[in-house]
């Protein structure tokens, strides 16, 4: 029997809070489906990787919704009106449960809105669905 190991994918998380995102990363990294990732500590710094030209492509965005900068909202909007950029599929992961928030981040087409948990249960059951989502409707663009 021949089993194929999934190809790592590539997350850009995009998270100014360094607690957050250190969680956040080790949930990402341990267990589960394996991937890589990048942080960007607000919206600004997240396209100038996207548009550096050297970073390697984010198969997946998880973005926060309040930084300062640039907010997810903004970069969001900007993502999905970018012909390069409107492909990779964006999970917001936010604090705010907000009906004007999640209603704005799906009206700028976020492809996901999971709404940070404050325990370790829910925020391991958080990051299970964003692998959920990437497995069961994330479109891969092939390598160039």
Do not use: C, W
Not at 25 to 54: F, I, K, N
Not at 109 to 115: L, P, Q, R, S, T
Request: charged letters at 20%; proline letters at 8%.
């Amino acid at each position: 029997m021949i089993t194929q190991t999934a190809r790592p994918y590539h997350v850009l998380l995009v998270e100014d809070d360094a607690g957050d995102a250190l969680l956040i990363e080790e949930a990402l990294t341990t267990g589960g489906t394996p991937r890589s990732v990048v942080q960007a500590p607000d919206g600004v710094a997240a396209l100038e990787y996207l548009r550096g030209g050297t970073a390697t492509r984010p198969d997946l965005i998880v973005l926060d919704l309040n930084m300062p900068r640039m907010d997810g909202t903004e970069l969001l909007g900007i993502l999905k009106s970018d012909p390069d950029l409107k492909t990779i599929p964006v999970v917001m992961l936010t604090t705010s449960s907000s009906p004007d928030d999640i209603s704005s981040a799906y009206r700028r087409h976020a492809n996901a809105y999971i709404v940070k948990p404050v325990e370790l249960d829910a925020f391991t059951n958080a990051v299970r669905s964003i692998d959920a989502f990437y497995r069961g409707t994330a479109a891969r663009v092939p390598p160039a």
